[in-house]
């Protein structure tokens, strides 16, 4: 764990709650030590719910590091990713994930709660949905 680059990730987060943004911020890092990319949140700027630093991030490894390049890095956050971001970053290939406040310290510090669940109903149809899904996973 490198302080330097966690504080990056925190100053991230203030300036991006200071461009009217919630207080997130995420970089990523190579085995060397440099920083590759940073990103602030800016989903209420870009009226993008999606627009969190870790899943900025995830994409631009997916696009940009080949997976061995991808598997050496480090992501330095402010915040434990969220459930979007954690599912972005299994994919992206990004080594390993770095944070300061756990989701339940954040949580914690939260007044009006969080984000209310959406209801959910299924399975269903499972012999239909499976014939698009058999064989595409090794």
Request: glycine share 12%.
């Amino acid at each position: 764990m490198n302080e330097e680059h966690l504080r990056r990730a925190i100053a991230l987060a203030a300036e991006a709650r200071a461009g009217g943004n919630p207080p997130f911020g995420s970089l990523l890092v190579g085995p060397d030590g440099a920083v590759l990319a940073e990103e602030r949140n800016s989903s209420l700027t870009d009226n993008d719910i999606t627009a969190h630093p870790e899943l900025k991030l995830a994409r631009w490894a997916a696009r940009s590091l080949d997976p061995e390049a991808a598997a050496g890095t480090t992501m330095y956050t402010s915040c434990e990713p969220s459930g979007m971001c954690a599912g972005a970053l299994a994919r992206s290939g990004i080594g390993q994930v770095v944070f300061a406040l756990s989701g339940s310290q954040l949580n914690g510090l939260k007044t009006s709660g969080g984000f209310a669940a959406v209801p959910t109903d299924g399975p269903h149809l499972y012999d239909e949905a499976k014939v698009a899904v058999e064989g595409y996973y090794p």
